[in-house]
Nanobody, 123 residues
Framework: QVQLVESGGGLVQPGGSLRVSCAAS????????MGWFRQAPGKEREFVAS????????YYADSVKGRFTISKDNTKNTLYLQMNSLKPEDTAVYYC????????????????WGQGTQVTVSS
């Protein structure tokens, strides 16, 4: 399995921006579709965004569409999530994961997961 390590989380004010990253352990990363999920305290893990293996196609949850951008740099084995216009309801632990299913929104389709990075949106 691919090892994934998220980074870049932190505390940001409402309306601010943050970019989280997900570094993969091996070059086969380039052949995987990827996704971001998040989990807030007391809530189930929810889909945020997904990207196909080339990085050319993306899919977003309605709650983040127009504010978040997922991207994939296959030369650096790294997945990104650029988050703009952040809201308090975006507060959660953010996880990246790999899948062989293109643009899936279902956590059960994902096989390797990172440990998560905390994003807190608060004034």
């Amino acid at each position: 399995q691919v090892q994934l390590v998220e980074s870049g989380g932190g505390l940001v004010q409402p309306g601010g921006s943050l970019r989280v990253s997900c570094a993969a352990s091996e070059r086969t990363f380039r052949y995987y579709a990827m996704g971001w999920f998040r989990q807030a305290p007391g809530k189930e893990r929810e889909f945020v965004a997904s990207i196909n293996w080339t990085g050319g196609n993306t899919y977003y949850a309605d709650s983040v569409k127009g504010r978040f951008t997922i991207s994939k740099d296959n030369t650096k084995n790294t997945l990104y999530l650029q988050m703009n216009s952040l809201k308090p309801e975006d507060t959660a632990v953010y996880y990246c994961a790999t899948t062989t299913r293109q643009l899936s929104r279902y956590a059960t389709d994902y096989t390797s997961w990172g440990q998560g990075t905390q994003v807190t949106v608060s004034s």
